[in-house]
């Protein structure tokens, strides 16, 4: 097993955007208001429950609701968008002449973490998947976080200051396109189909999210993909230029 080194972002008086209300966005916030920073949470819809207008507040977060604007993300060091919040329909609103820098909440939370990751994507299957590995590691004896896409996200672990022997993660190709140091000392992919192609601009976009779940691996790291997509992944500069080994299952 590796030995990791977490290096958390340094958001001290940062001015931190998150884009929706959901669990992950949450998350973000108040890992973000951990880490020192300022937070404004933005979400789209005109109305929420007031309990939780009122829980933002308390936690010490400014909260704006409406259609996105320009003023929105005004002074904005870092921008986490929500998993579903396309990219292309955000990055116009940004400052140009400072443009914020976009990490998702996965890759707030791994930035945080020292602990081995087992994470999984693909088309289909990635919850059966995550859900009897997280079974057979705690079958060992082992204690397993399991979330990401599945339902909790990464940051409510970090968050709670527990330790666990295994962290176990669903990854979305939403979450993926917003990694840039994330690594898994297991990266598994499944399967790859057309699929959220209302979200991704074609097909290539939405592999290239799904292969950054290789791109930091280190060389005792595993990577562990399908065989018969070894013609069309196997040059991919996501893998080909990781030192991980390559397992091609069939």
């Not at 001015?15 to 669990?23: D, S, T």
């Not at 329909?89 to 707030?108: A, S």
């Not at 200051?161 to 140091?181: A, G, I, M, P």
């Amino acid at each position: 097993m590796p030995v990791t080194v977490s290096t958390p972002p340094d958001l001290r008086d940062a001015l931190v955007v998150v884009v929706g209300l959901g669990a992950s966005g949450q998350s973000a916030a108040r890992l973000c208001l951990r880490l020192g920073a300022r937070v404004r949470l933005v979400d789209r819809r005109q109305e929420v429950d007031p309990a939780l207008v009122d829980a933002i507040k308390a936690m010490g977060a400014e909260l704006i609701l409406g259609e996105h604007l320009p003023e929105h993300f005004a002074g904005a060091d870092v921008v986490i968008p929500s998993p579903g919040a396309p990219l292309a329909k955000l990055r116009p609103l940004f400052d140009p002449n400072r443009p914020p820098e976009v990490m998702g909440e996965m890759e707030l939370a791994a930035r945080c973490l020292a602990d081995p990751i087992i994470a999984v994507t693909g088309s289909n299957g990635k919850t059966t998947t995550v859900s009897l590995m997280a079974h057979m590691l705690e079958a060992t004896g082992r204690s397993v976080f399991l979330g990401g896409n599945i339902g909790t996200p990464l940051s409510e672990y970090v968050l709670s200051d527990e330790k666990k022997d295994f962290v176990v993660v669903e990854v979305s190709s939403f979450q993926l396109q917003t990694c840039v140091s994330f690594r898994p000392w297991v990266a598994v992919l499944l399967n790859l189909s057309p699929n959220h192609l209302d979200y991704h601009a074609d097909m290539a976009e939405y592999r290239d999210a799904k292969m950054c779940l290789f791109q930091n691996q280190l060389e005792e790291d595993r990577s562990i993909l399908p065989a018969d997509l070894e013609d069309e992944l196997g040059d991919h500069p996501g893998l080909s230029h990781s030192p991980a080994r390559k397992v091609w299952y069939r």
